[in-house]
């Protein structure tokens, strides 16, 4: 009995390259996984979770504060003019000025802080240069931060706003 051998070599059989295709894969993927580890900022975990809550607590007081008050906002940017309108209704008048903080949904660098004082009926207009297209955060407190008005804005999608008071009565 002869045994014949081919005349090939290997690397012109499919075999080899099928068996090798995996493990070049996982390398690929490691070395991609790898690269986003330690190109990637990582996400911190809060070291102290009493001071959390206690931030939390202090969240829903300033919601039960705004309840209370009775407070809507009513915002409008006016692309053309540059210009962010607002009203700021209450039950009862709110001296001094507010905070009103537009929070970008994904780049931080791009949030927006704008000191507003409303008038005696509650307007208020501030120039604001062009609003970018996203999803905004928006945080309305008054200076004392004690009370606030919280929601999201998709900008231009939603062209007016209206932040109320939250039902605290659930919580």
């Not at 390398?27 to 690269?35: E, I, K, P, R």
């Amino acid at each position: 009995m002869e045994l014949t051998m081919s005349a090939t070599p290997w690397y012109r059989h499919r075999w080899p390259w099928l068996l090798m295709a995996g493990p070049a894969i996982v390398l690929a993927a490691g070395s991609y996984t790898g690269y986003l580890a330690f190109t990637q900022q990582d996400a911190l975990v809060v070291g102290d979770y009493y001071k959390k809550g206690k931030a939390i607590n202090q969240d829903l007081r300033r919601d039960r504060a705004a309840t209370a008050l009775g407070a809507s906002v009513a915002l409008r940017y006016d692309a053309e003019h540059g210009v962010m309108h607002g009203r700021l209704a209450t039950h009862t008048p709110v001296q001094g000025t507010l905070l009103l903080h537009l929070a970008h949904a994904t780049q931080p660098e791009k949030d927006i802080r704008l000191l507003v004082r409303p008038d005696a009926t509650g307007s208020f207009a501030v120039p604001l240069p062009q609003l970018e297209r996203s999803r905004w955060v928006i945080l309305v407190e008054d200076e004392k931060r004690e009370w606030r008005l919280e929601g999201e804005w998709q900008w231009p999608m939603e062209r007016e706003l209206t932040l109320g008071a939250p039902d605290t009565s659930a919580r």
